[in-house]
């Protein structure tokens, strides 16, 4: 069965600090990778997501994400975080049916 | 862009009644929608599949009975939590699936929260 594993659960960050948030999939087939975060009280918000080519993407907010085949990754970046970046973050696959999400990783960004 | 709306947004209800929940896809025929449902800390978990003009299929342990899905036309589908109580206390998001641009993908609608009391 297709599954999505987020290895934090909880990330504390300093504010300028570089975060990498990561995520693994297990399926062999070609997927659609996706970042969504959740701000406090808010609903899910695309980050980025991964159809096809360069396996680098941009989102939005200076979030970045890597797709390695290989490794079955799709791990989350910013080099500097905010304050404001303090949300929930899910990362999710589609493989042509439903999205499967991780269960998500907390991150608190300190001033 | 794309646009799935949720309706209500909130709702407050008393333990025994009924509530339903419209989603819509504003931009695009959703010839799929999807029915999640968020606990508190924890992932998204999906309930629910439907598919324009049949009968939707449930995941494990989701009571169909309980969780009634319509999904009428290509750009509405419901959700009725049937004599709903506090536990399913909840919330709930629906997805649609469709093709824009000649790109199919999935959009989320905003959440409706749903407190039993």
């Known amino acids: 069965a297709q599954s999505v594993s987020q290895h934090n659960h909880h990330v504390i960050l300093s504010e300028a600090a570089s975060l990498e948030l990561g995520c693994n999939y297990s399926?062999?087939?070609?997927?659609?990778l996706f970042w969504y975060v959740q701000y406090p009280g808010q609903h899910l918000q695309l980050l980025l997501k991964?159809?096809?080519?360069?396996?680098l993407v941009k989102g939005i907010k200076g979030f970045e994400a890597e797709f390695i085949k290989s490794k079955f990754s799709f791990n989350l970046r910013k080099p500097s975080v905010q304050w404001s970046d303090t949300a929930e973050y899910f990362c999710?696959?589609?493989?042509?049916?439903?999205?499967?999400f991780g269960k998500g990783t907390s991150l608190l960004v300190t001033p | 862009g794309a646009v799935v709306s949720q309706h209500p947004s909130w709702v407050i209800c008393k333990s025994g009644t009924s509530v339903k929940i419209e989603c819509r896809s504003l931009d695009f025929q959703a010839t799929t929608m999807f029915w999640y449902r968020q606990f508190p800390k924890q992932s998204l978990m999906l309930m629910a599949t439907?598919?324009?003009?049949?009968?939707?299929?449930?995941e494990q342990g989701v009571e169909k009975d309980k969780f009634l899905i319509n999904h009428a036309s290509l750009t509405l589908s419901t959700l009725t939590v049937t004599s709903a109580h506090p536990e399913d206390s909840s919330f709930y998001i629906c997805?649609?699936?469709?093709?824009?641009?000649?790109?199919?993908?999935?959009?989320f609608g905003p959440g409706t929260r749903l407190l039993v009391l």
């Open positions: 997805s649609a699936r469709g093709a824009l641009g000649g790109k199919e993908t999935q959009y």
């Open positions: 999710a696959v589609n493989s042509g049916y439903a999205l499967n």
């Open positions: 399926y062999g087939g070609t997927v659609n």
């Open positions: 991964y159809f096809s080519g360069d396996p």
């Open positions: 439907s598919n324009e003009g049949s009968k939707a299929t449930y």
